[in-house]
């Protein structure tokens, strides 16, 4: 049997093809735009007419060179000579229907669960459909959605075969990237491709819908192509604090504006903060701006100290937008095991949109890793901290697919690849109330700050990329420094004299007092 390309895997749907145009058009002109493989499901359809459909469908199929596959009805199959069928888990069993297809036959198999994907690749399955990621109008769900980080888990059932995987459920050329990005398993195992319906069939121009859904799962695999290459390089600490030098007096310059969903609690001196670093503060929560404020910031912070229910929403939406306007996000789990609220909520956040940097103590990152190798209590870490946390970083960086910060004595800070660790810092940072709040504030002001001026599109720049890294150590830096030269300050007593100090610092801190003090060390 040939290699079957799954990249983009449409599923038909008659009754959604708009008013003009017909079902043929719009299937040849999505072929035209880059369709790899057509599923015929007709649910109402009598045989003879589910016949014809896909009779019809074949010749047009056949032109493109793009594999037919029929919904459900082996005899359909049979009848028109399709490549193969999808079976669901209520229908005919695998060996039963390889003994009626001819020899080489496509057969694949709806998955909601991790074991349906085992038996379905024990049975002699070619490919599972792997859902629902989202909530679809096209079909009744009968399974629970399992969201894109869902989809990952039951991945894993299929690493060390040869079985592929394609998503499915209302995914839209709008949650693409972040379907693909949050769709691995934490060995790296990825989806072979994604079915959609309404995004092509009801489309009045199909081919270009094709066409966008093809350009991003093409980008895709070009990351997942340079990441494999990656894997090795190496970084030095001088060229590092040559790039963060570059970077403290880039923001100076540029003063980006930085979006903050952040803590109420220390809302304030984080807009100093910010502020003080060179940047410019927007503290909104109102889900109806969302979308404008993502088109005008550089980058975004979302805090979940003190989200409440009401608030989720402008949440959701703020990071839903700066990924469409790809722009840095920043996301603090703050006290994410205090509550399965707050678990809920970061899964949710999560399912829907890409974190560039992923920040938090040891408590915060092993709640939100699922380990219990460190503890924590309300916001705070309980205990010593990880026993490898150069192993730990860089493993949930891999799996996350972002830079992740781990707060700490030492902060250890990772793109997947590199470990950077800084040993700077000022223990009085853990006497003033939200220090890993206004530590999030900095980060996202330097990230939003490494990627102004540039253009971003799906070809030429990851999410996860050299810059976000640099801004997350940057501003990692420049804060653990200034505490060192705050707590030395005259005026400085105690944690309330210190605050202002420390914003006083970040004020007048330049690239050569950050490259000179500079602690740290490259894994």
Same mark, same amino acid.
């Given at each position: 049997?040939?290699?079957?390309?799954?990249?983009?895997?449409?599923?038909?749907?008659?009754?959604?093809?708009?008013?003009?145009? !017909?079902?043929?058009?719009?299937?040849?002109?999505?072929? =035209? #735009? #880059?369709?790899?493989?057509?599923?015929? $499901?007709?649910?109402?359809?009598?045989?003879?007419?589910? *016949?014809?459909?896909?009779?019809?469908?074949?010749?047009?199929?056949?032109?493109?060179?793009?594999?037919?596959?029929?919904?459900?009805?082996?005899?359909?199959?049979?009848?028109?000579?399709?490549?193969? %069928?999808?079976?669901?888990?209520?229908?005919?069993?695998?060996?039963?229907?390889?003994?009626?297809?001819?020899? @080489?036959? *496509?057969?694949?198999?709806?998955?909601?669960?991790?074991?349906?994907?085992?038996?379905?690749?024990?049975?002699?399955?070619?490919?599972?459909?792997?859902?629902?990621?989202?909530?679809?109008?096209?079909?009744?769900? !009968?399974?629970?959605?399992?969201?894109? $980080?869902?989809?990952?888990?039951?991945?894993?059932?299929?690493?060390?075969?040869?079985?592929?995987?394609?998503?499915?459920?209302?995914?839209?050329?709008?949650?693409?990237? $972040?379907?693909?990005?949050?769709?691995?398993?934490?060995?790296? $195992?990825?989806?072979?491709?994604?079915?959609?319906?309404?995004?092509?069939?009801?489309?009045?121009?199909?081919?270009?819908?094709?066409?966008?859904?093809?350009?991003?799962?093409?980008?895709?695999?070009?990351?997942?192509?340079?990441?494999?290459?990656?894997?090795?390089?190496?970084?030095?600490?001088?060229?590092?604090?040559?790039?963060?030098?570059?970077?403290?007096?880039?923001?100076?310059?540029?003063?980006?504006?930085?979006?903050?969903?952040?803590?109420?609690?220390?809302?304030?001196?984080?807009?100093?903060?910010?502020?003080? %670093? @060179?940047?410019?503060?927007?503290?909104?929560?109102?889900? /109806?701006?969302?979308?404008?404020?993502?088109?005008?910031?550089? #980058?975004?912070?979302?805090?979940?100290?003190?989200?409440?229910?009401?608030?989720?929403?402008?949440?959701?939406?703020?990071?839903?937008?700066?990924?469409?306007?790809? &722009?840095?996000?920043?996301?603090?789990?703050?006290?994410?095991? /205090?509550?399965?609220?707050?678990?809920?909520?970061?899964? @949710?956040?999560?399912?829907?949109? =890409?974190?560039?940097?992923?920040?938090?103590?040891?408590?915060?990152?092993?709640?939100?890793?699922?380990?219990?190798?460190?503890?924590?209590?309300?916001?705070?870490?309980?205990?010593?901290? +990880? &026993?490898?946390?150069?192993?730990?970083?860089?493993?949930?960086?891999?799996?996350?697919?972002?830079?992740? %910060?781990?707060?700490?004595?030492?902060?250890?800070?990772?793109?997947?690849?590199?470990?950077?660790?800084?040993?700077?810092?000022?223990? *009085?940072?853990?006497?003033?109330?939200?220090?890993?709040?206004?530590? @999030?504030?900095?980060?996202?002001? +330097?990230?939003?700050?490494?990627?102004?001026?540039?253009?971003?599109?799906?070809?030429?720049?990851?999410?996860?990329?050299?810059?976000?890294?640099?801004?997350? *150590?940057?501003?990692?830096?420049?804060?653990?420094? /200034?505490?060192?030269?705050?707590?030395?300050?005259?005026? %400085?007593?105690?944690?309330?004299?210190?605050?202002?100090?420390?914003?006083?610092?970040?004020?007048?801190?330049?690239?050569?007092?950050?490259?000179?003090?500079?602690?740290?060390?490259?894994?």
């Amino acid at each position: 049997m040939v290699d079957i390309d799954y990249s983009v895997y449409l599923v038909t749907g008659r009754e959604l093809v708009p008013p003009g145009k !017909t079902y043929a058009d719009s299937l040849e002109e999505a072929l =035209q #735009g #880059g369709v790899t493989v057509v599923q015929v $499901r007709e649910k109402t359809a009598d045989t003879g007419e589910f *016949i014809s459909i896909a009779a019809q469908t074949k010749t047009i199929c056949q032109k493109y060179y793009v594999p037919l596959i029929i919904n459900d009805r082996i005899d359909v199959a049979l009848a028109v000579g399709a490549d193969g %069928v999808h079976l669901g888990q209520e229908d005919m069993p695998i060996a039963q229907a390889r003994q009626l297809l001819p020899s @080489g036959a *496509i057969i694949g198999v709806s998955c909601n669960t991790r074991e349906q994907v085992e038996e379905a690749v024990k049975a002699g399955a070619d490919y599972v459909g792997i859902g629902a990621v989202y909530g679809t109008q096209t079909k009744s769900l !009968t399974s629970p959605i399992i969201g894109v $980080r869902g989809v990952g888990v039951r991945l894993e059932g299929l690493e060390g075969t040869g079985v592929k995987a394609v998503a499915i459920g209302g995914i839209k050329s709008e949650n693409l990237w $972040r379907t693909l990005h949050g769709s691995v398993s934490r060995n790296g $195992r990825a989806l072979d491709g994604v079915a959609v319906v309404s995004e092509i069939v009801a489309s009045n121009e199909p081919k270009a819908a094709a066409e966008k859904l093809s350009k991003v799962f093409k980008a895709f695999q070009w990351e997942q192509l340079r990441a494999a290459q990656v894997q090795s390089t190496t970084i030095s600490a001088h060229d590092v604090l040559g790039d963060v030098a570059n970077l403290v007096h880039k923001i100076r310059n540029v003063g980006p504006l930085v979006h903050q969903i952040t803590n109420h609690v220390v809302a304030t001196q984080s807009a100093n903060v910010t502020l003080a %670093v @060179g940047a410019s503060p927007i503290m909104a929560t109102e889900p /109806a701006e969302m979308e404008d404020l993502a088109k005008i910031c550089g #980058g975004l912070l979302v805090n979940i100290g003190t989200m409440v229910a009401s608030g989720v929403e402008g949440a959701r939406l703020a990071g839903y937008y700066a990924n469409k306007y790809r &722009k840095p996000i920043v996301f603090d789990p703050v006290g994410i095991g /205090a509550s399965n609220f707050r678990k809920e909520n970061v899964k @949710g956040l999560l399912d829907l949109w =890409q974190a560039s940097v992923i920040k938090g103590n040891a408590g915060e990152l092993a709640a939100f890793a699922g380990t219990t190798e460190v503890l924590s209590k309300g916001v705070d870490s309980v205990g010593s901290g +990880f &026993k490898d946390p150069v192993s730990f970083v860089r493993g949930l960086a891999r799996k996350e697919r972002c830079v992740i %910060v781990l707060t700490g004595a030492t902060d250890y800070i990772s793109n997947g690849t590199n470990v950077v660790a800084i040993s700077n810092g000022d223990p *009085i940072l853990g006497k003033i109330t939200g220090s890993g709040c206004i530590l @999030g504030s900095c980060i996202a002001s +330097f990230c939003a700050a490494a990627l102004h001026g540039t253009e971003v599109d799906f070809e030429e720049s990851r999410l996860v990329d050299d810059a976000v890294f640099i801004g997350a *150590i940057t501003g990692t830096l420049v804060l653990t420094v /200034a505490s060192e030269f705050a707590v030395k300050k005259r005026q %400085v007593g105690g944690p309330g004299t210190f605050l202002s100090g420390l914003i006083d610092t970040l004020w007048t801190l330049s690239a050569g007092d950050v490259r000179s003090h500079a602690r740290i060390q490259i894994y």
